[in-house]
């Protein structure tokens, strides 16, 4: 079973409360566990947060909308995400964080067969990046999952969950999937105040309830509209990508 595990809570220094941000009338985590129905590889999505109490607006949030829930750790994000693929018998994880509106289940896809077909312990495609930002996408068995949840004692890898398989990378037999092109200087995340200007723009010129919006439908509406683009294009790629 390939379960998808939504990382999410309410805390955000510099963004507050982002995960119910509106887009066209919804919240944002609504459109990323909506995103991700559309996989054809993606069997359960499950959104996984916080034991905080600040977390239990979120916890109901996923009750209210039929997403199933696992509350874990705070700070120990690869211990929430073992127990959460052990208590759904994952054999697969396709991990997700809360704060990317764009999620395309086309892009997961060609991860997800990317680690079948060649029988890999761990798939991406952000090392190096070609994608956008925020359409990160990390897939890894549950066996990879239990290596690291088992043998890692470094903090920073606790918190980031696949920093254990970057580090250790002759433990691991793993592949990046590249886009062709390299774009990953477009930023499609969330994470300050430009991020959902920008984002809100795109929602506001593509969201429609009968036909979801792809990579190649946002590539096409920048081309039209580049000062989109411009909206957060100060902003900093994560730190994260030097450390992989």
Known sequence: MNVAIIQARVGSTRLPNKVFLELAGKPLIWHVCNRL?????????????????ADCALAEWAIENEISLFRGSED?????????????????ITRITADDPFKDA??????????TKNKLDFAFNNSPPSFPEGLDTEVFTFQALEKAYLNSVDPFEREHVTQYFYRNREMFKMENLSYGENISHLRWTIDR?????????????LYTESKMFWMEDILEFLKRNPEVIDINKDIERSAMYLKN
């Open 37 to 53: 129905k559309k996989s054809a590889r993606i069997d359960k999505v499950v959104l996984a947060t916080t034991v905080s109490k």
């Open 76 to 92: 120990d994000v690869l211990s929430r995400y073992y127990h959460a693929a052990f208590e759904t018998k994952a054999d697969v």
């Open 106 to 115: 086309h892009v997961i896809d060609k991860v997800v067969d990317l680690l």
């Open 193 to 205: 105040e430009e991020d959902y200007r920008m984002a809100k723009r795109v929602y506001d010129n």
